[in-house]
């Protein structure tokens, strides 16, 4: 008779032990990208994973499910652990873990994987309801759970007070890097949330999300006994202190990009327990009160930036962060990315500074601005065999001061379309470029595969560069889907005398995966950070860093 085999990822001694305690059983290592490969083996009763990559974790639960095989994950943190049942593994455990301890584990997970017809109804009732009480991403208790936690301390005390976080830019944030990045960016938040309170004055507080892999924040604070409740002056100056501690753990785990698209608004309610009223009414109309306020708050706060806006384009108030772009298979620098950024807090992200621009009609001043200070750094910034990338958007071609005379040379200009909005009239817009492209000027497809920058605006404008937005390029080396799909543009754009840009290359394995796939250059933090327009430039032969990393040639 076969042996059963536990498909495994990890060389750990305590797992080849742990499986050799299991009668008949034996551990089969692979590494965490090719395990989909060895699950049709008819022998392959579980699967036990330790690889903590977000993206490939989800990619090897769902084919292990699909093809009815418990999984077991180890987990090397809290967030991995929430991950983990989100994923609805079979059994988890914390690295390190014994050998028995491991073996238990398995011995569970195959058990709960051949429960079928009304237990497996039950599990799955017994799973909804764990989701109900609990948010698995963020593991804070949902609101039902608050109330009842709360509803005893409310009726004491005889009042409550509710305040809600409105994290307005975390959309942004997943329509920018995907639905990957904002799960962890949330992890990070709620974590930081926690350690803040665990330190401050309104510790005893709840905090949960109003529903489950929600992305705004709910405080309950019942103030203690003989103390008075805070005043709106100590919440205003506690929820400084918070943006403070929240933007400063988001900047550390996930960069400047991201920790500048963090912003809360605070709305509160101060509510008075009446018996003649059901309590989880009070409280739900207090919510609604809250969030009203929060959204108050967000639309002055929106005033101001314009304000600031205004500001910094009398003042000339951005500067210039190029990006590198390389070439994949020599990791020369092919060319930079000129990135604007405001020089004032409010305005550092350039979403935030273009959404300020357009809600204010400012945008044909916003951009002429950043042109102007992108071009400025060409003759320092730049090589002579460089290319500058300029972000332009469908927008400044109506504007009558851009023209195709606004650069001296444009032969080292490609222009970006960024596409914030979309193209309505193909035929006029094709004309607009034609002039430029009679001038020198290159084109580009900006973040190709989101929003509008489709397979229509590639056809129809016959770029000279195509670059893939960064969710799709985002565990492309886990994804098979994402892979045929670059693979396929790689071929068109080769058959019309194109190149392929790779955005938001951040690991060593999706840049190797990109490589294979034949994608012609490569920009990202795995190989160079933004340089910022006062730092000295780096040459392709001065490169330093991942660039220089010979293990992947």
Known sequence: MSESVLLVDSNDPAIATGTSHLDGWRADFYEAAHLPDALADPCVRAVLITNDDPGLLRTNVELAHARGLPVIVGCVDEAARRRAVELRAEEWYLIPASAEEITARTRSAVARGAIVGTNAVERADLAEYDQMLHDSLTGLPTLPVAIERSRQLFKERGELVVLYL???????????????KLDAVLETTASAVRSFLDDDDLRASRVMVSFSNDDDFIFFHVPANGVAAATDGEITEMVTRLQVHVAAQIEAAHGEDIAALFDI????????????IRLERVIYRGIREAQSASRSLEERERGRRVSDL?????????????????????????????????????LRSPEVMFDVAAEADLIWELSRLCRERALEGMSTRLEKNQLLFLNVDPHDFSDPMFTED???????????????????????????????????????IDDAGSGYAGLGSIA????????????????????????????TMVHFASDHGAMVIAEGVERADEFATVRDLGVHLV??????????????????????????DDSLA
Do not use: M
Request: aromatic fraction near 12%; avoid cysteine; charged fraction near 30%.
């Open 166 to 180: 409105n994290f307005v830019r975390y959309s942004k944030i997943e329509e920018i890097y995907g639905w990957e």
């Open 265 to 276: 608004y605070v709305g509160r309610a101060h509510l008075y327990y009446n018996p003649k």
């Open 310 to 346: 205004k500001a910094a384009i009398r003042d000339r108030g951005v500067y210039v962060d190029y990006h590198p772009i390389v070439v994949t298979a020599t990791k020369e620098i092919f060319g930079y990315e000129a990135l604007a950024r405001g020089t004032q807090r409010t």
């Open 406 to 444: 606004e650069v001296d040379d444009p032969s080292r200009v490609v222009i970006e379309i960024t596409e914030r909005t979309a193209i309505k009239d193909y035929p006029k817009f094709r004309e607009r470029l034609k002039a430029f492209r009679e001038r020198g000027f290159r084109f580009a």
């Open 460 to 487: 129809n404008l016959e770029p000279d560069f195509i670059k893939l937005d960064i969710s799709l390029i985002n565990a492309i080396d886990t994804n098979f889907i994402k892979q045929n799909l670059v693979k």
């Open 523 to 548: 920009q990202g933090f795995f190989l160079h950070r933004p340089q910022s327009a006062s730092a000295p430039i780096v040459r392709a032969d001065q490169a330093e860093g991942p660039a220089q």
